[in-house]
């Protein structure tokens, strides 16, 4: 069973930078795709980036893009996701995935972490 911890969520003024981490166990972590969602109050929660197990073209979605970065670190069983200039829309819970089938859908991630929130504050 894979298992997702995620940490370096809190508070940040707008336009202050975190980087969030999402250690992986129990799996072969550099076969996975891996996935960062958020889920503000009151909204679905939605794919904002994903990269495949061999980092080529990582997916972003519009809102966060030129932004936000995913990478992967195989080596040491971790994604990152590395948030730059934030917007107090950016506030919300985020999640990190994790699905063993390249090219899974936003609905299709298998494993979940428990979440971190990020406040961003104007």
């Known amino acids: 069973q894979v298992q997702l911890v995620e940490t370096g969520g809190g508070l940040v003024q707008a336009g202050g930078s975190l980087r969030l981490s999402c250690a992986a166990s129990?799996?072969?972590?550099?076969?996975?795709?891996m996935g960062w969602f958020r889920q503000a109050p009151g909204k679905d929660r939605e794919l904002i980036a994903s990269i495949s197990w061999m980092a080529f073209s990582p997916y972003y979605a519009d809102s966060v893009k030129g932004r936000f970065t995913i990478v992967r670190d195989n080596a040491k069983n971790t994604v990152y996701l590395q948030m730059n200039s934030l917007k107090p829309e950016d506030t919300a819970v985020y999640f990190c995935?994790?699905?063993?089938?390249?090219?899974?859908?936003?609905?299709?991630?298998?494993?979940w972490g428990q979440g971190t929130q990020v406040t961003v504050s104007s």
């Open positions: 129990g799996g072969t972590f550099s076969t996975y795709t």
């Open positions: 995935a994790a699905d063993r089938r390249a090219g899974v859908a936003a609905a299709g991630f298998a494993y």
